[in-house]
């Protein structure tokens, strides 16, 4: 497409303006709804936002965006990808190759880069942070930390000196053997690589650590080392997720809080979560200086999700997380804003309410991976999503989540809510055992 002095409007892009080419560069899609008309070719100025990573979570995140007036284009390595359809724009490239980002975001030159996944090349990131024209959240030290958890747990308790149960960590099997034989059991091992959930084990004996060490080293992947970290697996009355809200303030940065969520140890295919956790006034206090101190040294604008672990008034600095995940999904429906608004909002620069409206849980369920092929039908499979839906107040979510190698597997996830957190854990768990019917 040329304008009127017979320039290509694709290559002329500007911090001051930018021309509607149809919302669609060459070779890739755009959603015909937003389609210039005739003679409407030049318009005001949109905020541009480039999202990358296609996880179950981005459609969500792109949605937020666009609600608040952004034009939001979705790079991630699968044409299949669940933002494909949704977001203004789509390319499709390998986001761990420095060169290929780099050229994406100088080309399209977004005014925001946002990560919606770990496996980024942060090196792009780190040039885009140093451009005129882009802001980059999570910020590359923020991921960069946030996904290696031996430089997490190294600054949590060296640098920052926050309280943290006793960890080693190991890069082989016999090194693992060693750290039990030395400190004993129950032991808690997950992988280096922040991967969810994936991964985690606890060992009573000596007959689980194989097990656990080809857990940890399998679901981190072929790209990551093999180490893992090990931890003392102390009795704890709860875990909980503080959701932490960075922000610019008139007076500088500001942190907010939203109520603690609550979840069992995320180790399984079947996790809960819920939300508020009752805290003493003493732990919950403690909570919210150990993770302002956590994302004060990770820096950068958006949402945070400390993990913490909690004995009567004792909290410990577990995990941090630099973008919404699985936790914060129950945010959805139990908060005015839920996660992914609060992080549209604080990467845009607006002003956030971390309200909470309603108590409420959720169950998330992973399937089968389906590169091994369909899994047979239940027999109760027809009525599964009739069964889950009839609890009251509940919504489900059923996708196809994408691995790190490319495969899928299923994702299903129970919300509900109701005037008691405890209620809706029990609602919770019946709408996931209806649906448990379909994995």
């Known amino acids: 497409m040329r304008d009127e002095k017979g320039e290509t409007v694709a290559e002329r892009v500007t911090n001051d303006e930018w021309i509607d080419t149809h919302r669609q560069p060459p070779a890739h899609h755009a959603r015909d709804g937003y389609q210039s008309q005739p003679g409407n070719e030049r318009r005001t100025r949109w905020t541009r936002v480039m999202l990358l990573g296609a996880g179950e979570f981005s459609p969500e995140l792109a949605t937020a965006f666009q609600r608040l007036g952004a034009e939001v284009i979705a790079v991630e390595p699968d044409a299949n990808g669940l933002t494909q359809g949704i977001t203004d724009q789509s390319q499709v490239l390998d986001i761990t190759d420095t060169n290929e980002m780099a050229a994406v975001i100088g080309r399209l030159q977004p005014n925001y880069v946002v990560t919606a996944t770990d496996m980024v090349t942060i090196d792009a990131l780190t040039l885009a942070a140093e451009t005129d024209f882009a802001q980059v959240f999570p910020t590359a030290r923020s991921l960069r930390l946030t996904a290696d958890r031996e430089g997490l747990r190294r600054l949590a308790a060296d640098q920052l000196g926050l309280p943290t149960v006793p960890f080693w960590f190991a890069g082989s099997l016999d090194e693992l053997r060693a750290v039990a034989d030395d400190v004993g059991y129950p032991l808690r091992v997950q992988p280096l690589a922040l991967v969810a959930s994936a991964g985690r084990s606890v060992i009573l004996g000596p007959q689980d650590i194989e097990t656990a060490w080809q857990r940890a080293i399998s679901a981190a992947g072929a790209p990551t080392p093999n180490r893992v970290l090990a931890e003392t697996s102390a009795a704890m009355d709860f875990h909980v997720t503080l959701l932490a809200v ?62 913490l672990m909690v004995r009567g008034d004792e909290v410990y600095f577990s995990d941090v997380s630099a973008q919404p995940y ?50 047979a039908p239940r027999p109760e499979s027809g009525h599964a999503l009739a069964d889950a839906l009839a609890v009251p107040q509940s919504e489900v979510w059923l996708r196809a989540q994408h691995q790190l190698d490319h495969h899928r597997r299923r994702f299903g996830m129970a919300i509900t809510t109701a005037a008691d957190v405890w209620i809706a854990r029990d609602q919770a768990a019946e709408v996931s055992a209806a649906l448990s019917n379909l994995f």
């Open 326 to 375: 699985e936790r914060t999904l129950v945010t959805l429906r139990t908060q005015r804003l839920s996660a992914f608004e609060l992080q549209a909002r604080a990467v845009l620069g607006l002003t956030t309410d971390t309200t909470l409206v309603s108590p409420g849980a959720a169950r998330v369920i992973y399937g089968r991976d389906h590169s091994l092929g369909p899994a």
């Open 246 to 307: 960075c922000t610019d303030g008139p007076d500088g940065p500001t942190t907010d809080f939203c109520a603690p969520i609550g979840h069992d140890d995320p180790i399984g295919d079947v996790q809960e979560f819920w939300q508020p956790q009752e805290m003493s006034p003493a732990a919950l206090e403690l909570a919210k200086s150990i993770a302002a101190r956590v994302v004060k040294a990770l820096g950068g604008r958006g949402i945070f999700g400390v993990e």
